[in-house]
């Protein structure tokens, strides 16, 4: 059976990242890999419990030395359900994390969502899920 396991983006501090994912969105580090031969270090983040579980994770990449990297136009966002976007939204805000479009109805819809964006610049979009 194929599942999806994860997405990986490339970050410009792996703390400050963790920190914004596991602080203020609830994820949790799952596993760390650091190779030193190839420079880079990867840090698996998620809901799940990193078995199996069936719950996608972020992979985030962290080249040695690299502090910033260009997004380009094809990545849209990534999204997560939460019960509250309004909390999570002012979860965000209180620590310090930017809120790009506050909570609302999606546009031509009745779906609760948000954005903010991560340390790096990545949008997610919050989506209200009960």
Do not use: C, W
């Amino acid at each position: 059976m194929s599942r999806f396991l994860h997405t990986m983006i490339r970050v410009g501090d792996l703390e400050r990242s963790i920190k914004f994912y596991t602080e203020l969105l609830g994820m949790k580090e799952l596993r760390r890999r650091d190779v030193p031969e190839g420079k880079y270090t990867l840090a698996f983040l998620g809901y799940g419990d990193g078995n199996a579980s069936g719950q996608a994770e972020i992979e985030l990449t962290y080249n040695y030395g690299v502090e910033t990297y260009e997004h380009g136009t094809a990545f849209g966002h990534l999204a997560i359900g939460v019960p509250d976007v309004k909390a999570a939204v002012e979860k965000v805000r209180a620590g310090g994390g930017k809120v790009t479009r506050e909570p609302g109805p999606v546009k031509f819809g009745t779906t609760v969502i948000a954005f903010v964006e991560d340390p790096d610049g990545y949008k997610i979009e919050l989506i209200e899920r009960t």
